[in-house]
């Protein structure tokens, strides 16, 4: 599917390749997207972006859509990720960017402020805060805090398992994640899940879609979650298989920076936020749109 105004191309970095979206002339705006998604999550966001002055760049991430897709497991840590955006800086002639990251997208994108202060002039974030690195190693501490419970990253945890059931039905297991994590589902309302339970299995599969989300949008996702193929791990939000080794730094990332949040995601007083707003141009807030 293509978008008016919107061209793609492949462009290499870090060893691999990623296809990425474009539209506009000016300073470099890269925007990140999360599970499960693709450059096409930010179709809105180029006309405006791109009239402000701005060169709107919105890569598929490392193992989706297409772009390039290592089968290792250990290809889609955190540090390879950012490295990835990094040198797409680069190797679009570009010394700085503006970076942001929505859901697994954010935490790509504070990273890439973190280590690269010289490369990103500002960075801003979508749902998810900037989150220092833990002093304990997270699986232990989930495994721990979860003990007795379904938790989407540990069930994505294991090779093989989350994989199975979302390509069982890639196009209604995508209608149930995306209404889901749109916050168009009452989760207080759904039956409790224990560690051996799937994730789909009680979700809702909707009737019909909210505005945001049309059929074509649908398909569009479908099609680019088809494309994956043989070419396992299926993306199935790979970084929650962290790369432990990763940079061990547990500063702040000291730029300009937002993060916009849906009120009912309660980040007002996590810690990422009051530390964001010691520092930020632009104060974090909460939205309901």
């Known amino acids: 599917m293509s978008w008016e105004g919107v061209t793609q191309r492949r462009v290499a970095t870090n060893g691999i ?5 474009e539209a506009g002339e000016g300073p470099l705006v890269l925007l990140l997207h999360g599970f499960p998604e693709s ?11 791109a009239k402000a002055g701005y060169h709107v760049v919105a890569p598929d991430m490392r193992g989706y859509g297409k772009s390039d897709k290592p089968h290792e497991i250990e290809a889609y840590n955190q540090v390879e990720v950012r490295k990835d955006i990094i040198g797409l800086i680069g190797a679009l002639g570009y010394d700085k960017a503006i970076v942001i990251g929505h859901d697994w997208g954010a935490p790509t994108a504070w990273a890439c402020a973190l280590h690269h202060a010289d490369k990103v002039r500002a960075v801003g974030a979508l749902s998810v805060p900037f989150m220092p690195r833990s002093p304990v190693q997270p699986m232990p501490a989930m495994r721990e805090m979860f003990k007795g419970q379904f938790f989407y990253q540990l069930y994505f945890f294991e090779p093989g398992v989350a994989e199975a059931e979302f390509e069982a ?10 209404v889901m994590a749109g916050g168009e589902t009452d989760l207080t309302t759904l039956p409790a ?5 799937d994730m789909f299995t009680g979700l809702p599969n909707p009737k019909t879609l909210p505005a945001w989300l049309s059929e074509e949008d649908l398909d569009f996702y479908t099609g680019e979650f088809e494309r994956i193929g043989d070419a396992r791990p299926a993306q199935l939000l790979p970084q929650s298989r962290p790369c432990l080794e990763a940079d061990r730094r547990r500063a702040r990332p000291y730029r300009p920076a937002g993060l916009l949040y849906r009120r009912s995601q309660g980040w007002r007083d996590h810690d990422g936020c009051r530390g964001l707003s010691g520092h930020a141009d632009l104060c974090a807030g909460p939205s309901d749109q």
């Open 17 to 21: 390749e990623l296809n990425i979206a």
């Open 193 to 197: 899940k224990g560690p051996e339970d």
């Open 39 to 49: 450059w096409y999550s930010w179709r809105h966001q180029f006309d405006p972006v």
């Open 169 to 178: 039905d890639i196009r209604t297991a995508l209608k149930k994640f995306l």
